[in-house]
């Protein structure tokens, strides 16, 4: 085994960096301020790779601290805008989930918690078990005050209400595993995809949403799960690796793609231009790192400004 790696003192962290690592420090004193706040792990550990010369341990000459903190502050700023509108998406579904289910079974608890009112087959019957569990966990809970309301005034606690206090991943795993028609239903609130389409969007965007919400580095985030092909890719010239997309199919800019389709217009348009500045100012303060380097690590084609040129049809 490795050994362990020592404490040292946020002094010594900026020692280190500064004359064992050659990063450039213009305020010591700052430094150290940052590396308190952040921690050195949470900064280098996550935002080092970009400086660094490839297949080296070494950084590029001149790197400096600031630029990591540029890049670091960054991804701060893309998790803050990407998940405002994965948490839109998130209560539309559950939205939609649940006016088309009532719709179907009525209003009474007892409907959604009855295995028989989903595609009850024997692949889907331990994931159905697994939600229901989940759902009699949302509508046991005492953490809400919604919640609370309606168990105590009417013993009963309609699918919009527990929708609410669920999580992404089991928002997408009801999905999964409605009845045919209502998955179509709530995929024809949706302009050019279909049900498969639909189930891959809501797998990988419930990673993003963890990713977001638990402060993870975004920025070069990868998902097992890949979203299918989609008119948009073949539009935006995406280059291939045999017949296999090589960005946008499991990067950030799978999530671009499926806010493409899930999000309004008006609210996709709104969502790119917030991006794009943050996009040009980081490229403003970082002078060892490209603008094609970040993208690329981002998942982004040369040409991902054009996803609004193109219409989502084939």
């Not at 289910?101 to 994931?127: D, L, W």
């Not at 045999?242 to 709104?270: H, S, T, W």
Request: with cysteine; aromatic share 12%; proline share 3%.
């Amino acid at each position: 085994m490795a050994v362990s790696k020592q404490f040292l003192t946020f002094t010594q962290q900026i020692d280190y960096l500064r004359n064992e690592k050659g990063i450039t420090i213009a305020n010591k004193q700052s430094a150290e301020d940052v590396l308190q706040r952040i921690g050195y792990f949470a900064l280098m550990g996550g935002y080092k790779e970009l400086f660094r010369i490839p297949f080296s341990k070494k950084y590029k000459p001149g790197t400096s601290f600031d630029e990591i903190v540029a890049l670091y502050q960054f991804d701060a700023e893309l998790r803050e805008l990407f998940l405002k509108y994965l948490l839109q998406i998130e209560r539309h579904i559950g939205n939609l989930i649940a006016y088309h289910f009532v719709e179907a079974h009525g209003i009474s608890q007892t409907e959604y918690m009855n295995p028989c009112n989903y595609n009850n087959t024997s692949r889907n019957k331990k994931i159905i078990a697994g939600l229901i569990r989940k759902l009699h966990g949302a509508i046991t809970t005492t953490d809400y005050t919604h919640v609370n309301y309606y168990r105590t005034k009417y013993g009963n606690i309609p699918l919009w209400i527990t929708t609410s206090v669920l999580t992404f991943g089991s928002l997408s795993k009801m999905y999964n595993v409605l009845e045919q028609s209502l998955r179509s239903k709530i995929c024809r609130h949706f302009s050019n995809i279909n049900q498969r389409q639909l189930e891959r969007f809501l797998s990988v965007l419930t990673k993003y949403r963890n990713v977001c919400a638990h402060g993870d580095r975004l920025f070069s985030y990868r998902t097992v799960d890949q979203i299918l092909d989609t008119p948009l890719h073949a539009k935006l010239n995406i280059p291939q690796q045999g017949n296999q997309y090589i960005c946008g199919k499991q990067d950030l800019f799978a999530v671009v793609i499926a806010f493409r389709y899930l999000l309004p217009k008006e609210d996709f348009l709104k969502f790119k231009r917030k991006l794009t500045i943050e996009i040009s100012r980081v490229n403003k303060k970082l002078i060892h790192i490209t603008e094609n380097e970040l993208l690329e690590h981002m998942g982004f084609p040369k040409n991902w400004m054009n996803i609004t040129r193109y219409t989502l049809t084939p």
